[in-house]
């Protein structure tokens, strides 16, 4: 069974653009759940989503949106950059009988120069 | 609300000799415990899982970890390093129903030759 995939693996944008990272589930999966992962905030909970409704959301600026789609995948949006959104940005996914056993990808990480 | 605290940010072992990171963990319900690894530019692997069955928890790698409620401590354990083992390891704790995971701060663990 593939793994959670994510893309792109690698960004570099400028501050006040935006940007939108995707991420794929293990298959079957309908959970979909994102993290920032930074050297000071380390590992911070953004959102989740399963079937397509966002259930938790972390404590993150309106800048920060994401949605899932009816094939489970997700996107997540940062608008507005600022230079303190540079982080690996992992998705993690989760079946319904086990939620909160969750498998990440491999990450995408963000550079806001 | 749930947290974990890793009491040592750094360990460093010689390779073949035991390895023991600590976590302590605040619920105030029966919570859910994991342990993460993160091996450098890599996303996070499920070391192992306790969900209130058995105390101890045998996970991948010959990892281990004791769930004692008495000390509210959740340590993993390795009764011989290998070379392959340095990397950084997270502490994690999930509520009931609750969607999203929270994050020790991290132990990088460096084995020596």
């Known amino acids: 069974k593939a793994g959670v995939t994510q893309t792109p693996r690698y960004l570099i944008k400028t501050r006040g653009q935006q940007v939108t990272l995707s991420c794929s589930p293990i298959s079957g999966h309908r959970s979909v759940s994102w993290y920032q992962q930074t050297p000071g905030q380390g590992l911070q909970f953004l959102f989740e989503y399963f079937s397509e409704t966002q259930r938790n959301k972390g404590n993150f600026p309106g800048r920060f949106s994401g949605r899932q789609f009816s094939n489970s995948r997700s996107e997540m949006n940062v608008s507005t950059l600022e230079l303190g959104d540079s982080a690996l940005y992992l998705c993690?996914?989760?079946?319904?009988?086990?939620?909160?056993?969750?498998?990440f990808g491999p990450g995408t990480r963000l550079t806001v120069l | 609300a749930q947290s974990v605290t890793q009491l040592d940010s750094h360990v460093s072992v010689s390779e073949g000799t035991p390895v023991l990171l600590r976590c302590n963990y605040s619920s105030s319900y029966s919570p859910s415990l994991f342990w993460y690894v993160q091996h450098p530019n890599k996303g996070l692997q499920l070391l192992l899982k306790?969900?209130?069955?058995?105390?101890l928890v045998k996970g991948i790698n010959g990892f281990e970890a004791e769930f004692k409620k008495s000390e509210t401590s959740f340590h993993l354990t390795k009764p011989s390093a290998h070379m392959s083992d340095a990397a950084e390891y997270f502490c994690v704790v999930s509520g009931i129903n609750d969607y999203k995971l929270s994050f020790g701060a991290g132990t990088t663990v460096t084995v020596r030759a």
């Open positions: 993690a996914s989760s079946s319904a009988s086990s939620y909160n056993e969750q498998f």
């Open positions: 306790y969900t209130s069955a058995a105390t």
